[in-house]
Nanobody, 127 residues
Framework: QLQLAVSGGGSAQPGGSLRASCAVS????????IGWVRQAPGKEREGVSL????????FYADSVKGRFAISRDRAKNTVSLQMNSLKPEDTATYYC????????????????????WGQGIQVTVSS
């Protein structure tokens, strides 16, 4: 059974940093891509970052490129999202998601089918 356990997030001031982690169980990182999706009130869901499975490739939406960094630890079976230079518009609920196929565009990534979702964590950026 695919399970994703998410931790981290919280509150930060503009320009600050936060980190979110996703611990996966029931599968290995080689078999699924793991992505981060955020949802802000009144806004569409946005796939902000993703790391693919075997021979990993990394994707970032233009909105977070240069500020966010996704990484994975195969030994610990975890994927993390380091969020730097945070902006108020980064405020959202963030989800860790496992997928096997997806589409990328400068505006974000998305999938027709999401294999597993972790629980959402809140990221709030305000002064």
């Amino acid at each position: 059974q695919l399970q994703l356990a998410v931790s981290g997030g919280g509150s930060a001031q503009p320009g600050g940093s936060l980190r979110a982690s996703c611990a996966v169980s029931g599968f290995t990182l080689d078999h699924y891509a793991i992505g981060w999706v955020r949802q802000a009130p009144g806004k569409e869901r946005e796939g902000v970052s993703l790391v693919s499975g075997t021979d990993p490739a990394y994707f970032y939406a233009d909105s977070v490129k240069g500020r966010f960094a996704i990484s994975r630890d195969r030994a610990k079976n975890t994927v993390s999202l380091q969020m730097n230079s945070l902006k108020p518009e980064d405020t959202a609920t963030y989800y860790c998601v496992a997928v096997r196929s997806w589409t990328e565009s400068p505006g974000g990534w998305w999938a027709d089918e999401y294999d597993s979702w972790g629980q959402g964590i809140q990221v709030t950026v305000s002064s």
